[in-house]
């Protein structure tokens, strides 16, 4: 029972929450204190050292951090009698060697555990020979600080503080000297961001201690240069050190950091930095506990020494805890200041007057004003037509954003937000009249401008002012395209505020702008690929307005693009704006046919007409079962002018994002087929285009990249959410099998693809997304067998005959991986430790994830149908003479799924019965085979699926029974 008991404790290590883990280490502790002398080794020489050395050795860092926190049931414990001297012999012969190994990863789950032992000493030792184990750990320690590695310096570097945090008493001067000096000098200077990042961190930690409070208020001002470091996380973090200096006596925050680069900083960075200058600096320019002529009389001063950053102290004033009493008399000292030539120069008046402009003060004076309602606010009106309708670039630019809001807010407040809709929608036509131009796009009669159009209520209060931002110089097409998604992002903001939602709702203008939207969100779908400056807004304001209006019920007529009424019979039960919906859905889909076909046709100049829905490429299965797929070229590779794009994926995602909202309102019940396809056709669409720019070397921007997988990540869980909703909106009448089967595949063949092309670490962004999708789309890649188990004789054959149509690649690596691990049964290290690297260590991770949600799956149907399914990946393999394929999805099904051990294989039917196809072709393959090595491969898969079939052979008699029904 007690070695059961540990058996059970270490499988449950690599799944175990963080309490569970500390209550397992808890356990062991109890036990290893009141077993007798012989059970107790048994504890520490046959469970403990085999925790330490995977806490070093081990596969992950998260797999290492949890044996830690195990293993931190004795470290808490290490006063107890016996304790420190079992932790010192367990870790002392592995730990300072693994900290010097060539493999970067054994280094730093090594550091975490010396971090966690500090200080590592035999309890019994003579103090000459604790004091020489001290200082070699502080060489590490101080070696480790400039390692190769960044992720080894980031630990060394905040390990390094919390050991003088906490042992700063104990630890030599000259040790404590010679490593804060490092940090200080050499380590805030790193190349690595993280490292940089954690060397305020661990500052920020050791003020923590007092006793270090004289040696860093020496030597803090040598991290003054952070304070204009390139990267946003490191400045904000130096801002948050300044704070800290503030409540601690005997520190002067200026001293760190000059008051000139910090006004430099207030002035020019961004607002998060901003703000936290501006917390730093309130209780020297804006004190509270001062009488209010003088706090403004400082602020006056600010504002003289940099009138830009004393605006933009101004404008956080307020949320950072200035009273609004105050504020009020200090608008009116700056009034006075104005106006009283004698006591500013004109240039300090022009900058003033400048500085009330920058940046968020225009948005500030907005919401003052809609609070206060002047009666004289037509000035203001106009400010706020020429600021939302020269809307160029704005869904780029957050501040613009914020200012723009504030408009809104007004033009509500007076009741004019119908002039600026109306004019909105104006410009939304003239670009779409220009989609029509440029691009052959057809277009709705109701969108285009009306001269006989009913004029709303309040439009004779146009200012010359917005005619003229209307009617100034022609633009290019770009411009004006790029002037139509700066409004699509206004009509998408305005729908997330009920007041102007409603006002949206209500207009007499909103069918106008919704069939210009859908003109320009179609051009902004297809010419994705050939036009970079494509935006995904126009597509999601197109989408948003259509929702709304179905949630709403506010329905257009229902009109065809052709302009005739007619009423559809079958939809004479729902309403006008479910129909609208259904047509919305209808069209984007159309759209997205075309972008597919587009890189096999060239054609990126003009639209067709005619939709390529029907001209796709079908394939047709022997079960009769119709998919189609984008169209491609003859390699499966979208063409030379195919190219994925930051803009390219955010639309396609704009797209996927409408089909699961509809599906989830239960709008879309009626095409999930094709909404599955489509989702299957950005998939892999993506993976095509990965795969292209991979051969021909295309690079794409960094900070491009990141932005490309995050949307791809929001995707994949969009895809997985489909899945879901699909699933449970099952029936019997209607399931959509095949196309569900499908996607999962291309989701796995996407986290696969990303791994191959961009690398493990992108990969591993698509697995967080999958994991909480896990039982959904294990439950997919099952659904084939699932939904159609009554034919189970010949399942294994069915399903194989589909996926040849389209070959999910993930199969194919999974068999590389189970190929990799037969070849060596371990990891393969030297004497140093160090291990091979893994290859598509991603895709490994997602099946470790998989196979013990299957295990542990009370139903075996799900074991089955996966068993099935990957055993149909044989038969293609076995068709196509790819006996390397067949044995490493064998090794996968045997050794991972089922377990060596089971050769009953019991209640796994299915499986059986594919098995029964299999095993007799595999015994054919070995005889007609001449190549020695492609033997070895069938003999070994033989050898893999033999004990299941003599057993079934000779002890049940069920394949014999089996060959006498064929």
Same mark, same amino acid.
């Given at each position: ?338 106006? !009283?030539?004698?006591?500013?120069? $004109?240039? &300090?008046?022009?900058? +003033?007057?400048? *500085?009330?402009?920058? =940046?968020? /003060? ?119 395209? !790029?002037?139509?998604?700066?409004? $699509?992002? &206004?009509?998408?903001? +305005?729908?997330? *505020?009920?007041?102007? =939602?409603? /006002? ?134 979208? *063409?030379?002018?195919? =190219? ?323």
């Amino acid at each position: 029972m007690f070695k059961e008991a540990l058996a059970m404790i270490k499988s449950q290590i690599p799944f175990g929450r963080k309490s569970m883990l500390e209550a397992y280490g808890d356990v062991l502790f109890r036990a290893w204190k009141g077993v007798d002398e012989g059970f107790r080794e048994e504890i520490e020489d046959g469970f403990l050292q085999g925790l330490v050395e995977g806490a070093i050795h081990g596969s992950s860092r998260e797999f290492a951090a949890s044996i830690r926190r195990v293993l931190g049931g004795f470290i808490s414990q290490r006063t107890t009698h016996g304790v420190e001297k079992m932790l010192f012999k367990l870790s002392e012969p592995v730990i300072f060697r693994s900290l010097q190994v060539a493999n970067s990863n054994v280094r730093q789950n090594a550091l975490h555990l010396l971090l966690d032992l500090f200080p590592l000493e035999y309890p019994d030792a003579t103090k000459e020979v604790k004091d020489t184990l001290l200082d070699k750990q502080f060489y590490i320690l101080e070696k480790l600080l400039m390692d190769d590695s960044p992720d080894v310096r980031v630990v060394a570097v905040e390990g390094c503080c919390r050991i003088l945090h906490l042992f700063w008493e104990i630890i030599p001067s000259s040790s404590i000297t010679k490593i804060i000096t490092k940090i200080l000098d050499d380590v805030s200077h790193d190349i690595c961001n993280e490292v940089r990042l954690s060397t305020l961190n661990g500052i920020i930690y050791l003020l923590g201690n007092p006793l270090s409070h004289e040696v860093l208020k020496v030597l803090l001002p040598r991290l003054g240069h952070l304070m204009q470091d390139n990267v946003l996380s490191v400045r904000l973090a130096m801002a948050d050190l300044l704070l800290l200096l503030c409540d601690i006596r005997n520190f002067q925050f200026n001293k760190v950091v000059s008051l000139d680069v910090l006004l430099s900083t207030l002035a020019n960075d961004q607002s998060q930095v901003a703000q936290k200058i501006t917390r730093l600096l309130m209780p020297s320019y804006f004190p509270s506990r001062m009488n209010i002529e003088e706090a403004c009389n400082r602020c006056v001063t600010l504002l003289k020494r940099s009138s830009v950053a004393g605006a933009r102290f101004c404008e956080f004033a307020v949320s950072e805890g200035a009273p609004l009493k105050s504020l009020v008399k200090l608008v009116g000292v700056f009034i006075n200041l104005v106006l !009283s030539q004698d006591k500013l120069g $004109a240039d &300090q008046v022009e900058e +003033l007057v400048c *500085s009330c402009t920058y =940046r968020r /003060a225009q948005s500030s004076v907005f919401d003052i004003v809609s609070t206060l309602r002047p009666d004289n606010v037509a000035g203001l009106l106009e400010d706020c037509i020429g600021l939302v309708s020269n809307c160029r670039g704005l869904f780029e630019d957050e501040e613009r954003q914020a200012e723009v809001r504030s408009a809104h807010k007004l033009l509500l407040c007076f009741h004019a937000f119908d002039d600026i809709f109306e004019a909105l929608t104006t410009l939304l036509q003239k670009v779409a009249y220009r989609c029509h131009v440029k691009f052959d796009t057809e277009i709705p009669k109701h969108s285009v401008t009306s001269a006989k159009r009913k004029k709303s209520k309040s439009s004779v209060k146009m200012s010359a002012k917005w005619k003229y931002v209307s009617g100034k110089r022609s633009s290019s097409f770009e411009e004006d395209y !790029s002037t139509a998604a700066g409004i $699509a992002w &206004q009509i998408k903001d +305005l729908l997330t *505020s009920e007041d102007s =939602r409603k /006002a949206i709702l209500g207009s007499q203008s909103l069918e106008r702008l919704f069939l210009a939207l859908k003109v320009i969100s179609e051009v902004s779908i297809v010419q994705s690929i050939c036009c970079e400056y494509m935006d995904a807004y126009p597509v999601l304001a197109y989408t948003a307005v259509a929702l709304q209006m179905a949630l709403q019920n506010t329905g257009m007529s229902n009109t065809n693009d052709s302009g005739s009424k007619k009423k559809n019979r079958t939809e004479s039960s729902r309403s006008i704006s479910e129909t609208m919906l259904d047509q919305t859905m209808d069209h984007l889909l159309n759209c997205t046919d075309k972008l597919f076909g587009a890189g096999d046709s060239g054609n990126c100049g003009k639209l067709s007409s005619n939709s390529n829905h029907d001209k796709n490429k079908v394939a047709q299965s022997r079960t009769g079962k119709v998919r189609e797929e984008p169209q491609m070229d003859i390699n499966g590779s979208v *063409s030379a002018s195919q =190219r994925i794009s930051l803009n390219n994926v955010k639309i396609l995602t704009a797209v996927l994002k409408f089909i699961v909202d509809s599906t989830a309102m239960g709008f879309v019940s009626d095409v999930q087929g094709r909404c599955l396809k489509f989702t299957s056709g950005f998939v892999r669409y993506v993976i095509s285009a990965l795969g292209q720019q991979s051969i021909d070397k295309l690079q794409i921007k960094d900070e491009d990249l990141r932005e490309i997988v995050q949307c791809l990540k929001i995707s994949f869980s969009y895809a997985a959410k489909l899945i879901n909703l699909v699933l449970r909106n099952s029936s019997e009448a209607s399931r959509p099998t095949a196309e569900v089967f499908d996607l999962v595949n291309d989701l796995f063949d996407l986290i696969s693809s990303i791994q191959l092309h961009m690398g493990s670490g992108y990969a591993a962004r698509l697995i967080v997304a999958a994991k909480a999708w896990l039982p959904d789309l294990i439950l997919a890649l099952g659904s084939w067998c699932i939904f159609n188990r009554s034919g189970a004789e010949g399942m294994c054959f069915t399903v194989s005959d589909h996926i040849k149509l389209h070959f999910p690649s993930w199969l194919l690596i999974l068999a590389k991986i189970g190929m990799n691990e037969m070849s060596t049964v371990s990891l393969e290290e030297d004497d140093t430790g160090v291990s091979e690297p893994e290859e598509f260590p991603e895709l490994k991770r997602l099946m470790e994830l998989i196979v013990p949600l299957l295990k542990g799956n009370q139903s075996i149907l799900v074991l089955d149908a996966i068993g099935v399914t990957l055993l149909s990946g044989c038969v293609v393999g076995l068709e196509r003479k790819d006996f390397g394929l067949v044995l490493g999805l064998l090794h996968f099904v045997c050794v991972k799924l089922v377990g060596l051990d089971d050769r009953e294989w019991s209640g796994l039917d299915m499986m059986l019965v594919s098995l029964a196809d299999i095993y007799p072709l595999i015994e054919k393959e070995i005889e007609e085979q001449c190549d020695e090595d492609e033997k070895q491969k069938l003999n070994s898969a033989k050898a893999l699926l033999e004990p299941i079939w003599m057993y079934h052979v000779y002890e049940t008699e069920r394949f014999s029974m089996m060959e006498e029904e064929i």
